[in-house]
């Protein structure tokens, strides 16, 4: 693996752990994130560092201590990376409709393919398992503009 993409995806992990001090070096301006959102968006609205950072800040706000860690990969074919990752921490409360107590254990998994272009992320698809994170916060329905 080059350094360029163990670097690229060293950083990666750090700012979903909550280390946003390369963010401005590792999501290019104008980045197209493809998800579905909490609050029903699809991700376009988050464009560029200061986007990813909030939007990654808001999701650590009820799972202050959740870490991030790499299973697979990175799977590299051109300009994409492929990881699957697990995500394990504690409910630190706050978390619209949760009725989970505070210190319940979270243990979720998901897959990020990373499109980089002069080592920068310009387009990112997630596909994680929010059911499960629902699920073991015992989310009841919530309205989307409530998330």
Request: aromatic share 6%; no cysteine.
């Given at each position: 693996m080059s350094d360029d993409i163990t670097r690229l995806v060293g950083a990666w992990k750090a700012l979903w752990n909550g280390d946003f001090s390369?963010?401005?070096?590792?999501?290019?301006?104008g980045v197209r994130v493809r998800a579905a959102l909490a609050d029903g968006g699809d991700g376009s609205a988050i464009d560029d560092a200061e986007a990813m950072t909030g939007w990654v800040a808001?999701?650590?706000?009820?799972?202050?201590?959740l870490v991030f860690d790499?299973?697979?990969?990175?799977?590299?074919?051109?300009?994409?990376?492929?990881?699957?990752?697990?995500?394990?921490?504690?409910?630190?409360?706050?978390?619209?409709?949760?009725?989970?107590?505070?210190g319940t254990p979270v243990d979720f998994t998901g897959v990020d393919l990373l499109r980089v272009h002069d080592g920068q992320i310009i387009e990112y698809w997630l596909n994680s398992d929010m059911l499960l994170l629902l699920t073991q916060l015992r989310v009841q329905s919530v309205e989307p503009s409530a998330v």
């Open positions: 390369d963010v401005d070096e590792l999501i290019a301006p808001q999701l650590r706000g009820p799972l202050p201590d790499i299973e697979v990969g990175p799977i590299v074919q051109d300009d994409l990376l492929a990881l699957r990752w697990r995500a394990t921490g504690t409910y630190g409360g706050g978390f619209p409709g949760a009725g989970a107590p505070v």
